[in-house]
């Protein structure tokens, strides 16, 4: 298994994170099934205040820039990055790794 990090931060407007969590506790089936296709076994998110944590662990054969731009081509996952996007203060068309930053394993 591998896993990733990532971190995010919202936009400022408590109205907007609120929003963005609700989103998040009814991810679109469409979304999770296409997760599990490229490969990605669990993701989580985390808040403390705007900034976001990620954690998804993958299957060993997982080549991030390969399975997220296939992850990106599958049923409503664009709709469902468009509709979030409002909340992380980026554009509509931007892909995930435009918007989330790799972070690096030091412990």
């Not at 205040?49 to 409503?76: C, H, K, S």
């Amino acid at each position: 298994m591998k896993r990733f990090c990532q971190t995010l931060t919202l936009v400022d407007d408590g109205e907007m994170m609120a929003k963005y969590v609700e989103a998040h506790r009814h991810v679109w089936p469409e979304v999770i099934a296409g997760q599990r296709e490229v490969g990605i076994l669990d993701m989580q998110i985390y808040r403390r205040g705007r900034q976001l944590f990620m954690i998804m662990d993958t299957v060993d054969d997982f080549d991030f820039e390969r399975d997220m731009a296939r992850l990106a081509t599958l049923p409503r996952q664009a709709e469902w990055e468009a509709y979030v996007s409002r909340f992380q203060g980026c554009a509509a068309g931007a892909r995930s790794d435009e918007k989330w930053a790799r972070m690096e394993r030091i412990f």
